[in-house]
């Protein structure tokens, strides 16, 4: 059964950083793309950025140049670091694996961006 488990929000001041983590069971981990998915109140879920197998990743225009993610194989993880965070970026974030067409996904995260 394929379980995922988010860490790190919290609430944070514009400008500030957070690190999210998602850890990963019942799935071989290393050939996944895995997605971070972001819903903000009255706003429909969007898809905010991705790490696939290889590493590459691609993130959303709204984010470029201040999230970044990682994956680490051997623990099954994968991470969402945000920078320069704004109001906007106050959503709960979901991590997602798509497995054999399925959508999993995690219980979520909470990050709050206020001063």
């Known amino acids: 059964q394929v379980h995922l488990v988010e860490r790190g929000g919290g609430l944070v001041q514009p400008g500030g950083s957070l690190r999210l983590s998602c850890v990963a069971s019942g799935i071989n981990f290393k050939i996944y793309t895995m997605n971070w998915y972001r819903e903000a109140p009255g706003k429909q879920r969007e898809l905010v950025a991705l790490?696939?197998?290889?590493?590459?990743?691609q993130t959303v225009d709204s984010v470029k140049g201040r999230f970044t993610l990682s994956r680490d194989n051997a623990r099954n993880t994968v991470f969402l670091q945000m920078n320069s965070l704004k109001p906007e970026d106050t959503a709960v974030y979901y991590c997602?694996?798509?497995?054999?067409?399925?959508?999993?996904w995690g219980q979520g995260t909470q990050v709050t961006v206020s001063s």
């Open positions: 790490i696939s197998s290889d590493g590459s990743t």
């Open positions: 997602n694996v798509r497995s054999h067409s399925r959508n999993f």
